[in-house]
């Protein structure tokens, strides 16, 4: 197939336009600025040069595809207005979805996020589960899910939204201070650490991602995509441990000093655009689980997650000590 990958310069988007490419699949790659492209590595990939609020741009880097990858979303940073969020979030996937409806493009595919459905109360949680965001980054993207299906349902084009759950492996940099903190003995739990924490290994998401654009009955679906193992925070702390060479039984502190540290760190930094040293959603990954059920990717996409955990765990960890940063 022809496709066209946003996000290309992230960690996601970049692993899956190198996998598509090393496929043999056609890929184009969208980036905002030419440097992005020369920075890095899309060797054989067209790069066209644009963003995701022009229209012009979309129409432009969809022509001629067959299936369009949005992968671009903006993360949680520090001091950026609610409408940063929802301009790229939320109602850019409306808009990619209407310009790759006129490019003649058959599918969408539309990465979304477990963080929809919030703290999971009921594990393990599947696509059904209640939809509660809890934060802007978690209530733009679940926006940009329905702009997604509007655009979609307007236009006819085949739309498929995936909702991946705990990203990670070479490249990744979001659980590096979870993965430091464990190898260098650091690391504490804040809690009883009995929370569900399920992770997903790049190279499974990818092909997650492939399933649901070459899948016919994939059209009008939404998948949640996550690995094959569920652990408690405890269990995969003892695991990255092990795997580290530093085995052992994690710290543990209570948790609401931390909490009540945290919304106080957010009141004085967030207002002047600076990143708070602590802030309340750190002390949530303590505290919330997240565990979900793929019955619907496994027997709709024949996604079968191929990475162990403590497979995945290794490899992480070669690559943070191959980047110095262990």
């Known amino acids: 197939m022809k496709a066209l990958v946003t996000g290309a310069t992230g960690f996601t988007g970049g692993h899956l336009a190198r996998y598509l490419a090393a496929r043999g699949d056609a890929v184009r790659v969208l980036v905002r600025q030419p440097s992005q492209a020369e920075q890095q590595a899309f060797a054989g990939m067209e790069t066209v040069v644009g963003d995701l609020e022009t229209g012009d741009n979309l129409l432009r880097a969809a022509e001629g595809v067959d299936v369009v990858f949005n992968v671009a979303a ?31 493009v058959r599918r969408v595919v539309h990465c979304s996020t477990v963080g929809v459905h919030g703290d999971i109360e009921h594990p393990p949680a599947d696509e059904n589960a209640p939809l509660r965001p809890g934060d802007v980054y ?6 940009g899910e329905e702009h997604a299906r509007a655009g979609a349902l307007e236009s006819g084009i085949e739309l498929v939204i995936v909702r991946p759950s705990g990203i990670y492996g ?3 940099r979001r659980l590096l201070k979870l993965f430091r903190g464990v190898a260098r003995r650091r690391f504490v739990i804040l809690g009883d650490g009995e929370i569900f924490y399920h992770l997903t ?22 998948y949640i995509l996550a690995g094959g193992e569920v652990t408690t925070l405890n269990e995969l702390v003892r695991i990255i441990g092990a795997e580290a060479g530093v085995p052992g039984e994690p710290w543990h502190l ?28 750190r002390v949530d990954f303590f505290t919330k689980s997240r565990a979900f ?26 690559w943070y000590r191959a980047e110095g940063w262990l």
């Open 74 to 104: 903006l993360y949680r940073q520090a001091g950026l207005p609610e409408a940063t969020y929802r301009r790229v979030n939320a109602e850019a996937p409306g808009a990619i979805v209407e310009a790759s409806a006129k490019a003649g």
């Open 138 to 143: 978690q209530i733009t993207k679940l926006e």
């Open 170 to 172: 070479a490249g990744d």
């Open 201 to 222: 290994h790049i190279d499974d998401l990818v092909e997650g991602f492939r399933l649901a654009a070459t899948v016919p009955g994939a059209a009008g679906r939404t």
């Open 254 to 281: 209570p948790v609401w000093p931390f909490w009540v540290a945290g919304a106080a760190c957010e009141a004085i930094c967030t207002p002047l655009g600076i990143e708070p040293p602590l802030y309340r959603r």
């Open 293 to 318: 059920d793929i019955t619907r990717a496994r027997s709709e996409l024949d996604f079968q997650p191929r990475v162990t955990l403590r497979e995945g765990v290794r490899r992480t960890l070669d």
